[in-house]
């Protein structure tokens, strides 16, 4: 009876290790599967980010390049000598880009990022951009009746068709789907006015 005894406290002793054991493998085990949850939560993180670099460089690019535009149908419609046409078209320009230079500054502001004053901007554009040079601006300034109109449309076309080029890639890159749709309003909207602008130009 006493071996039997001690056969039994024997047995019992290791089934009670034996479930202490598996305890402990469970308890260290679930501590590494806990882990890697954070990871998904970092990628959510990025996925959902309301804006990205390529949205500020737009906005950045775009404000004074609107800018130019409103500058250079100023200088036309200063001279109130172009035909009814092109005086509507410049008009058109100035009260379609003011308000998104607005827009693209309301942007700016919401990502954090200071709005760009009325100088801010020029100094890193060029003609790749289509944009006029200081030169181009006192030509169309100097220039008087329909040489000035000419010389506007001209000037036009090629800072729309740079505006349209700048816009391309930010469907691409950005983010931000406010300032994706805004590109694309840009791009289909200043297509039309290079047509315009084309067709006055050769007097159709």
């Known amino acids: 009876m006493s071996t039997s005894r001690t056969i039994l406290a024997t047995s019992a002793a290791l089934l009670a290790a034996l479930a202490l054991s598996g305890c402990g493998t469970t308890a260290t085990g679930s501590a590494p599967e806990s882990a890697p949850e954070s990871a998904p939560e970092s990628s959510a993180t990025e996925e959902t980010a309301d804006f990205n670099e390529a949205d500020i460089m737009f906005a950045q690019m775009m404000i004074p390049h609107h800018r130019q535009a409103i500058e250079m149908s100023e200088t036309l419609l200063a001279k ?3 035909s009814a046409e092109t005086t509507n078209l410049a008009e058109r320009i100035m009260a379609a880009q003011g308000p998104e230079i607005d827009q693209l500054n309301d ?7 200071e709005a760009m004053s009325d100088s801010d901007g020029m100094g890193g554009m060029d003609h790749s951009d289509g944009m006029m040079s200081e030169e181009d601006m006192t030509a169309l300034e100097d220039a008087t009746g329909e040489e000035a109109e000419r010389l506007y449309l001209e000037q036009m076309i090629e800072h729309h068709e740079g505006a349209v080029e700048m816009a391309k890639p930010q469907i691409i890159d950005g983010q931000n789907a406010d300032t994706i749709a805004l ?5 289909a909207a200043q297509e039309a ?3 315009e602008m084309k067709a006055l130009l050769v007097g159709e």
Request: net charge negative.
């Open 193 to 195: 006015e290079i047509t």
């Open 80 to 82: 109130d000598s172009a």
């Open 107 to 113: 942007m700016l502001e919401s990502w954090g990022m």
């Open 183 to 187: 590109a694309e309003d840009i791009i």
